[in-house]
Each structure stands twice: as C-alpha cells, then as structure tokens.
Nanobody, 125 residues
Framework: QVQLVESGGGLVQAGDSLRLSCAASGGTFSTYTMGWFRQAPGKEREFVGLIGLTGASTYYPESVKGRFIISRDSAKKTIYLQMNSLKPEDTAVYYC??????????????????WGQGTQVTVSS
C-alpha cells in the first residue's frame, strides 16, 4: 500500500513551464512503476508518461513527447513531471499513479493500483 499526494498545479500561459510533484509514503518506493495521467472536463483519463523502478527508463505518448519529462528521487520518495512549452490543450487535472512492479509500456488507468487526489493545471492562450 502506498499513498500519493500531488502538488504544483496552477494557472499559466501558453508557452510557460510548470513542475508537478508527487510525494509517496507508506510503501517501498523503489518497487513501484510510477505514472502520470490527466483528465480534462468531458474527456477520459489520458496517459501522460511513466518512469520505471530505477528511473532508467521512461515512456511518453506523442502528445507530450519532447515537452514533458518525468523523473524520480528515491531519497525524497517523490516523482516529478516537468512540463515545458505548455499548450491550452494540456489543461486538465493531473494525477499521479503507482503500479506494483514492472510496468513496461502500460498506459491504461486500469493498469495502476494507487492514485493521488489530483492537481489542476490550467493553460491560457
């Protein structure tokens, strides 16, 4: 069992950057594949990226590839989502998620076991 808490969301303008954080507690951090998802009003929850157990591998969808970067800090038991060149279509509630063990290229919400409460990101034009 692991608890996840996101932070760092806010209101920014198109082209700006923003860094989200997800603090984990109550579990062994290094045993979880970590992912980020987002959900906009009227849309399904969408995969944003994942990072492997050691942080050596990452995977992103085409919609954010080259703009977003996921990292993990084992000492702080925290993962980050660095978002650059933000676009209005990036506006959504962003969620941190954890999957026990190897994740590969799992991109579906049902592939993850634990979730944070979400943090709002709004990008104006």
């Amino acid at each position: 069992q692991v608890q996840l808490v996101e932070s760092g969301g806010g209101l920014v303008q198109a082209g700006d950057s923003l860094r989200l954080s997800c603090a984990a507690s109550g579990g062994t951090f290094s045993t979880y594949t970590m992912g980020w998802f987002r959900q906009a009003p009227g849309k399904e929850r969408e995969f944003v990226g994942l990072i492997g157990l050691t942080g050596a591998s990452t995977y992103y969808p085409e919609s954010v590839k080259g703009r977003f970067i996921i990292s993990r800090d084992s000492a702080k038991k925290t993962i980050y989502l660095q978002m650059n060149s933000l676009k209005p279509e990036d506006t959504a509630v962003y969620y941190c998620a954890a999957r026990y063990g190897f994740g590969g290229r799992r991109t579906g919400p049902d592939d993850y076991d634990y979730w944070g409460q979400g943090t709002q990101v709004t990008v104006s034009s």
